[in-house]
């Protein structure tokens, strides 16, 4: 099986553009979608990203996705900063049993 | 619109049995994989297992085999979480979690805060 790694952490300043990597440990980062998941405390998750850089309805146009093959990771790019935008982040991907397995989380911290 | 409501908190002894619910209404229940995501305490997110409501197909993660039930009473478009014997240590957030087509979670309920103490 593979793990997903996330850095732990990032902070950035209102009005900029913060990047969060998820690195897959084993097999092709394309070999399966990545969704990203906003977790604010005392709320339930939302979906920010799927299918590697969907963006469901209601998610502002901030928010996107990419993955990249060199580096086997996807990524979660947020612009224009909002404090509202203050939560943790998972990246989400499935194995070969279609089980879903997580990232271990980054808190994104702004300000 | 697509709801899911989780059962309330609550609070249990070591040793004690619980089963947890989740209500789903807004879409056709018996067609689309239900399962449970924990949240330990200041830790991350943990994929748990699933249920096809259709036919009772349950997965499991190797982590939670053995540990957990899952189960569904399609009469009532309810799915559940159940232990036999909780431990200390299963003090969580747990969410029902609605899967989608591409193996993701597509809604999400409330969360249950289960709290396992002496």
């Known amino acids: 099986n593979f793990m997903l790694t996330q850095p732990h952490s990032v902070s950035e300043s209102p009005g900029k553009t913060v990047t969060v990597s998820c690195t897959r440990s084993s097999g092709s980062i394309a070999n399966n979608f990545v969704q990203w998941y906003q977790l604010r405390p005392g709320s339930a998750p939302t979906t920010v990203i799927f299918e590697d850089n969907k963006r469901p309805s209601g998610v502002p146009d901030r928010f996107s996705g990419s993955i990249d093959s060199s580096s086997n990771s996807a990524s979660l790019t947020i612009s224009g900063l909002k404090t509202e935008d203050e939560a943790d982040y998972y990246c989400q991907s499935y194995d070969a049993n279609n089980h879903l397995l997580f990232g271990g989380g980054t808190k994104l911290t702004v300000l | 619109e697509v709801q899911l409501v989780q059962s309330g908190a609550e609070v249990k002894k070591p040793g004690e049995s619980l089963k947890i619910s989740c209500k789903a209404s807004g879409y056709s229940f018996t067609t689309y994989w239900i399962g449970w995501v924990r949240q330990m305490p200041g830790k991350g997110l943990e994929w748990m297992g699933i249920?096809?409501?259709?036919?009772?197909?349950?997965r499991y993660s190797p982590s939670f085999q053995g540990q957990v039930t899952i189960s569904v009473d399609k009469s009532i478009n309810t799915a559940y979480l159940q232990w036999n014997s909780l431990k200390a240590s299963d003090t969580a957030i747990y969410y029902c979690a609605r899967h989608d087509q591409g193996w993701r979670v597509g809604y999400w309920g409330q969360g249950t805060l289960v709290t396992v103490s002496s």
């Open positions: 249920i096809y409501p259709g036919d009772s197909d349950t």
